[in-house]
């Protein structure tokens, strides 16, 4: 039986890289083929090259270990140019989920229920897609998996700001710490879902402020993600966004591109299948990992 082949990883590529005697040409062209693989993307993997070769010259080494140092402050500098804290300190907090359909918006709603759970937060979900016949279900049972409560639709094809209402409703009354509305990835045209988000934050804001509007977006599917996402990034008001489906270091360097490019803050990283997979950004931590 042939041995299966080990996934491509920028921590096991620069670990080659900088095992090596020295710092010489083929160690940048390595690099800068390093940070590509990873989906830095060829704007920030110039500009992070060039970053480091000026360093390298500026204190005169060939030894790759501080180049594999420079590499860590270089890229947890631009990741810490963007705050990553939740504003969650309203009550209740009420915190928006928006995206595409297909990114993993509901399964990261329930592994956000059981992170905020983790910490002693009460949540209830609301089920405010409801347009698919299956997304209420589905995020039922995330929400329980989270250990969340659920406001469903009490009709069929309820008009979702009703919903919402009725979940930052029923949070206050209950004394619900944080109330995680779900919305709908797709209506018959992108103005028509922008104009439903735009009703459900309306009703909401007779009630209360909206504390985040977080917007998921799936690592494997790279810049294309950010292009198909740019809708919500216009009119959502987002405030934060959550990184689902990065599975190892393949694909790191998309959490660093896309902020950059949207100037938004990544909030939360999903990093894997289980319901504990999400957890908070941390610059220096994500770094370590991605390069170590």
């Given at each position: ?80 140019a ?9 009550r ?20 956000f ?21 299956a ?52 209506l ?27 917007l ?27 990184i ?24 939360l ?17 994500f ?6």
């Amino acid at each position: 039986m042939a041995e299966r082949s080990t996934p491509w990883s920028l921590g096991g590529a620069l670990r080659g890289l900088f095992s090596r005697g020295t710092i010489d040409a083929s160690t940048w062209d390595d690099l800068e083929d390093a940070l590509i693989g990873a989906d830095f993307g060829p704007d920030i993997t110039d500009s992070v090259v060039a970053d480091l070769r000026a360093k390298v010259a500026r204190y005169s080494t060939t030894d790759p270990t501080d180049l594999q140092r420079m590499l860590r402050e270089t890229l947890e500098e631009r990741f810490a140019a963007y705050d990553p804290t939740l504003t969650l300190t309203a009550r209740p907090a009420v915190v928006l989920v928006v995206g595409i359909n297909g990114v993993g918006k509901t399964t990261t709603i329930g592994k956000f229920a059981k992170f905020l759970t983790g910490y002693g937060r009460s949540v209830v979900v609301g089920a405010a897609d409801t347009f698919r016949a299956a997304a209420v279900e589905q995020l039922a049972t995330w929400a329980e998996r989270g250990g969340a409560q659920i406001v469903r639709p009490q009709v069929e094809r309820q008009d979702p700001a009703s919903v919402a209402f009725q979940t930052v409703e029923f949070a206050a009354r209950e004394g619900i710490d944080i109330a995680i509305i779900d919305t709908a990835g797709r209506l018959q045209t992108k103005s028509g879902l922008m104009d439903e988000l735009g009703k459900i934050r309306r009703v909401i804001e007779k009630q209360c402020e909206i504390a985040e509007v977080l917007l998921v977006l799936d690592a494997t599917t790279g810049q294309n993600g950010v292009a198909q996402a740019e809708a919500f990034i216009e009119h959502a008001g987002v405030t934060g966004l959550v990184i689902s489906k990065l599975d190892g270091s393949a694909k790191g360097g998309f959490v660093l591109a896309v902020q950059e490019r949207t100037g938004i803050p990544i909030k939360l990283v999903g990093q894997g299948e289980g319901i504990g997979d999400l957890t908070g950004f941390t610059p220096h931590v994500f770094v370590q990992n991605l390069v170590g």
